[in-house]
C-alpha cells in the first residue's frame, strides 16, 4: 500500500471506495504544487518580517471579498445553483474574484460542485468523507480525477457555464492562473509604493510589499481554501439535520461562520437553489445578508427563497424585495446540472 493509499485510501472502516475514475491513483501535480506552495508561502506569516497590521487587515478583509463575493455568492449560489439573478457584467466581477481564490475556473467548480449534489455521498461524489474524513477535505484534490479532464464532463455539468466567451476564455492557456498571478503581483506593487511613500526607503518598501502579499495573498487563500474544503468534509460528518436528505449533510455552525453561511450544508441539500442556506432564524448567513444588501440596491433579482419559509410564512417571502418563491422555480431543483431550461437563466 502506498503513503496515498494510506492517507487517502479506503479504511477499514470506510463504507466506500474512492470514484472509479481516480484508480489507479496518479497524483495531480499541478494541484500537489499550488496548494503545497501557497501553503509554505503562507508559513513566512510566523516570520516577524513580513508582518504589517495593514497586511493583516488586507488579509481579512480579504477573506470577505474573495471568500464570500468569490466563491459563496459567486461561484455557489450564483453559478451553480443560479439562486439569484445579477447583472451580467457584475457576475463576471464575483466570478474573478472565485478565480482569485486558485480554488478553479468557473467551469470546474460548478461543475464538480453539481457532479457532488447529483451523487451526494455515493461512490460517484468526487468528495464524500465516507471514504474518509481526509479525502474529502483535501485528499480528493490531490489525486487526479480522469473524468474531470473530460469534454463530456463540462458538457454535461457546465454547458451553460462555458457557453459565456468570458468563462471559456479563463479555461484556456491557463488564463485563471495569469490572473491569480497578475493579482499577486498587483498587491506587491501597491504595496511596496506605499511602503515607499510611508519609509522612503527602499528596503523599507521592500518589506512592507511582502507583508501585504503574504497576508493579503497567501494567508488569505489557505483560509478561503480550508473554509470551502471544511464544507465538503466537516458538514458531511458534524453538526445537526433539519431535513432527512438521502445524504449525510449536516448543519454545523463553525463552518457557517467560517465559510459565510455554507456551513448550513444540510438545510442546502435540502433545498439547493435557495439563496438562502440558513432557515431557522439563529442561523445566520452572511452571504444571504449580502444578498439582501444587493437586492434593495437594485443590483440582484430572482432570489429563490428556501420553500420552508415560503410554506410557513407566505408574508415573509414578500418582505425580500425583488424576492421569488422557490416554490415557483423548483421543477430542475434536484436535477442538476440545469441546462437551458433554467426559469433563472431564462428570465
Ligand atoms: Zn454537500
Ligand atoms: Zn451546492
Known sequence: MTIFQRLFGRRADARLAVPEPVLPVRIAWGYLISITSIHLLSLLAFNPWYFSWTGVVVG?????????????????????????VVPKWLER?????????????????????RMHHKHSDERDDPHTPLVNFWWSHIGWLLIEHREHSTIFFYEKYARDILRDPYYLWLERKLAWFWVYAAHVVAYYLVGFAA??????????????????????????????????????????????RNYDTKDKSRNYWPVAIWAHGEGWHNNHHADQRSAAHGHKWWEFD??????????????????????????????????????????????????????????????
Open 195 to 240: 511602503g515607499y511613500v510611508m519609509t522612503r526607503d527602499v528596503m523599507g518598501a521592500v518589506q512592507f510589499g511582502s507583508s501585504i502579499v503574504v497576508w493579503g495573498v497567501f494567508v488569505r487563500t489557505i483560509i478561503v481554501w480550508n473554509g470551502s474544503w471544511s464544507v465538503n468534509s466537516l458538514t458531511h460528518v458534524f453538526g445537526y
Open 60 to 84: 481579512f478583509v480579504g477573506v470577505l471579498t474573495y471568500g464570500l463575493f468569490g466563491i459563496t455568492l459567486g461561484y455557489h449560489r450564483l453559478l451553480t445553483h443560479q439562486g439569484l
Open 286 to 347: 452572511a452571504t444571504y445578508a449580502v444578498i439582501r444588501i444587493l437586492v434593495r440596491l437594485g443590483l440582484a433579482k430572482d432570489v429563490v427563497l428556501p420553500r420552508a419559509w415560503t410554506k410557513a410564512d407566505g408574508a415573509k417571502a414578500e418582505a425580500v424585495v425583488g424576492a421569488t418563491s422557490s416554490a415557483t422555480k423548483t421543477v430542475i431543483d434536484d436535477d442538476l446540472p440545469q441546462g437551458d431550461s433554467s426559469p433563472a437563466k431564462a428570465a
Open 93 to 113: 466581477i464575483f466570478a474573478t474574484l472565485g478565480v482569485l481564490c486558485l480554488e478553479d475556473t468557473p467551469a470546474r467548480w460548478v461543475a464538480i460542485h
